[in-house]
């Protein structure tokens, strides 16, 4: 059976905390490192894995993660590879996962025969960044139908008009961009992150979750305070890019363990519920 988004937010709620969103980029520095890296972020504690799909253009991605879709690109990994790796990851570690992909991949795949594929293969959710709320029917209305929740994205500059819409068309989560800009550490988390959670509880009732410049303990425990989840995913890539193999397993374990610290540092997260 694949594990649900649901069912991974109301473990962490059971728990009195946020859940852990770890992000990795498939393929890089292959597959199979890529299936010990997301066992590993499991063993830590992560309670759902975001797995990009590599891409030559991608959108809101920072260098870091840019440089690792420039990697596995080069090491011939293609969106059907990865889906053929899906299977393997669902079951063992068991987390559910979500495909983060620009929308030309899903368009060049097939977006019907992309979503069967996907969800043959285990995956639980889909995140297109470049996909706008307004024009998502399309696609989500096929996610949907192969049993996959749709994610949407919200930034500080959104209106309230697009944040409605964007929470509208999501049934896993609402995902929180915490600041301008792009992934990775530089600039950290948002100084209105408290507000922008606060503007989106107000038209959604899915789980919020944060990402973009979520780094360290701290970072993890300020978002945790807040919402629903906490996303992490350039501190991951980088220790996958700057380690031996068995060296990023190791420490993608241990980034895992660290940021989970701060997570349950908080306190009750009843008022979340």
């Avoid at 706008?132 to 309230?160: K, Q, V, Y």
């Avoid at 507000?195 to 919020?208: G, Q, S, Y």
């Avoid at 610290?261 to 979340?272: D, K, Q």
Wanted: proline share 5%; with cysteine; glycine share 8%.
């Amino acid at each position: 059976m694949i594990a649900t988004i649901q069912a991974a937010f109301q473990r962490a709620r059971s728990e009195n905390r946020a859940a852990l969103i770890a992000y990795l980029a498939a393929g890089d520095p292959d597959l199979a490192t890529t299936v010990a890296l997301v066992r590993a972020a499991a063993e830590g504690g992560a309670d759902i894995i975001e797995l990009g799909i590599p891409f030559s253009d991608p959108l809101a991605d920072g260098p870091i993660i840019q440089a690792a879709y420039t990697r596995a690109l080069a090491n011939s990994i293609t969106t059907r590879r990865i889906i053929e790796v899906l299977p393997e990851l669902a079951k063992d570690p068991g987390l559910p996962i979500v495909l983060m992909t620009a929308l030309n991949p899903v368009l060049a795949y097939g977006a019907e025969i992309f979503c069967k594929d996907a969800s043959a293969a285990g995956a639980a959710g889909l995140l297109v960044p470049d996909l706008l709320p307004e024009d998502s029917e399309s696609l989500w209305s096929r996610a949907h139908a192969a049993g996959i929740d749709t994610i949407c994205l919200s930034a500080p500059d959104t209106s309230e008009r697009r944040l409605a819409a964007a929470a509208a068309a999501s049934t896993g989560f609402l995902y929180l961009i915490s600041r301008r800009g792009v992934t990775g550490p530089s600039g950290g988390v948002g100084e209105t992150l408290e507000a922008e959670v606060a503007r989106a509880r107000a038209v959604c009732e899915l789980p919020i979750a944060v990402g973009f410049g979520v780094t360290t303990a701290d970072d993890a425990r300020r978002v945790a305070r807040v919402a629903d989840g906490v996303i992490v995913g350039s501190a991951f890539v980088d220790l996958a890019a700057n380690s031996a193999p068995d060296a990023a397993v190791g420490a993608v374990r241990a980034k895992t363990e660290e940021l989970m610290n701060g997570i349950r540092m908080v306190g009750s997260r009843t008022e979340n519920a």
